[in-house]
């Protein structure tokens, strides 16, 4: 009897079987014969088909998922609309479906007969406009030559790091930088270099008046020590860094940071330093999209590390996290369904009970949320949101999240009450729980707005002046960070406001303006959160989404983003096409 092949050796073949099954399309009578002949791999076909099935890479078709994907072909098709179709995230060709319903013609008939597919399967199945031919971005010989120069950089350093123990692994927990012996802090750092980048964008979109130099100086001072960390996870988010800027700071931070880092590298780390080289590369090369190179990074360094790591180790899960939400920002939900399906799979396959595996989950369920939406089918996404809330133990932070998501779908419903009173709740416990400071600003940013266009100007005003102090507090702490001054209570872009400030803010936050007694209805809410209790009992009913912080504006300036870089929170049309899922490293 064949011995069973342990989950990790699985999850390192991962990649090599994922592209010769799917990519290659391979039978899998092919894939084993080349995965035993050319990399000693052997298991059973039993075994494979497990696999495949638990990676989302099964090609054949199941006639429920054939009638979901006819049922939406109807229904675009009376809006003439191009549609492509998608299962567990895989493009689908429609002329497989074709021979499929040519071989089984009684699926016309539950078709016309106004049969249904299982709740799963429908959920599983997302059509979408076709996205339009990339741009060629990368057409000069001097562009394609500076991008290849910087794949071959960083693939030298990864390498080099590993191999030489500058690097040191956990398999399946985490990575680190050897050189450090007091712990490492740059990811705490770099957090909060985000978050100071996406504070500035988002008061410049709400013509918030902020002293942007206070705000955004200690950040340059923090890259020093990130810079000399030499840790693993920078290199995980410089791809970050790049699209990020590129997405929100294009004309501004951009090319600041670039040149800062170009000239930072070798003081710091020596002019020969690979660090150096790769900063100095990215400086000298002008692109007009940091996209494509951002998706041909990522292709390189999420294969390599997670075979490397592990797909629970935490650098696998930044890595993925940013890639993730890169692609929401770019393509939109649909495009992220299936891999962060295939790779939260993986990652609970370990067996490892990470905290980050948890935002992972909450990361799936707002995808999945957001692809509800962008059907048109809010009450599902609402559903997906609440149904997470209600199925998991949450922290705080995450609560708040869904809350805030939440928000924003009965904005989008055209509830507006619904919707002040569940940015209402975020606010609530976002800024008594030290959530992350992006996910406190935008409930309250967005809470202000809706006051404010309900009329009632007393209380929005009220918050706008918190949040100005909340600014303000920000840069202080951030500069104290630089500094290298840090409490137990502070790091990361959390709350930088104490208890005795948030007592104050109850006495009229938790107060509505209409009573002169303080509203505890929220509290009662809170706690129905159980045995199939909505988990927001006013009304209604989940989705999240990963960092766009300050990306795009719902109606009226309402935003979505909360604490990712492309904030993992849905928001379509009306804000922004993120979903939300607390910064792995902001627990």
Known sequence: MRKRVPIEVWESKRPLITRLYQEEKKSLREVMEIMERDHHFVATVKMYKSRIWKWGLDKKLKGDEVLAILILKRDRDALKRPTEFRIRGQLIDFENIKRYVKRNPALVAKLRDGHKPNVQTAREVTCRTPSPAPSQVLNSPADLYGVEKILGLFRDYVDGSFSSGAWFCEYNVDCGSSLLNNGDRSNELFERVIASFALVNRCMVRGDQIDINSVLGPSFESLKEIVAAESPDFVARTVCLLWYLDRHHKHDLLRLVLDYLAGLMPIVLGQHHVLAQIWRSLSATNLSDYYELSMRLYALLLPDIEERTGPANFLTHLLYSDYLDCVFSRRGPEDCAGMITTHLARAAASGKRHPWIGDLALSHAGILAACEERQGRLDEAV???????????????????????????????????????????????????????????????????????????????????????????????????????????????????????????????????????????????????????????????????WIGVAAHEAPGGVSNNSGRTETQVDVAEIGTDFTYSPRPGIQ
């Open 383 to 545: 559903a997906i949101l609440t149904g997470h809330m209600n199925a998991y133990a949450l922290t705080d932070e995450q609560t708040a999240a869904i809350h805030l998501e939440l928000g924003v779908k009965y904005l989008h419903i055209g509830n507006t009450a619904a919707a002040i009173a569940s940015f209402e709740m975020a606010v609530k416990i976002a800024l008594t729980s030290n959530a992350d400071e992006r996910l406190s600003m935008t409930a309250l940013g967005n809470l202000e707005k809706l006051l404010a266009e309900t009329g009632k100007s007393n209380k929005a005003n009220k918050i706008h002046e918190y949040r100005m102090r909340r600014v303000a507090a920000f840069a202080e702490k951030s500069a104290s960070l630089a500094k290298g001054f840090e409490t137990e209570d502070d790091a990361n872009g959390e709350s930088d406001f104490g208890d005795t400030e948030r007592e104050e803010l109850a006495l009229w936050l938790w107060m509505d303006e209409d009573f002169e007694e303080p509203q505890l209805d929220w509290l009662i809410s809170a706690n129905c959160m159980h045995e199939n209790e909505g988990a927001f009992a006013p009304v209604y009913p989940n989705t999240v989404s």
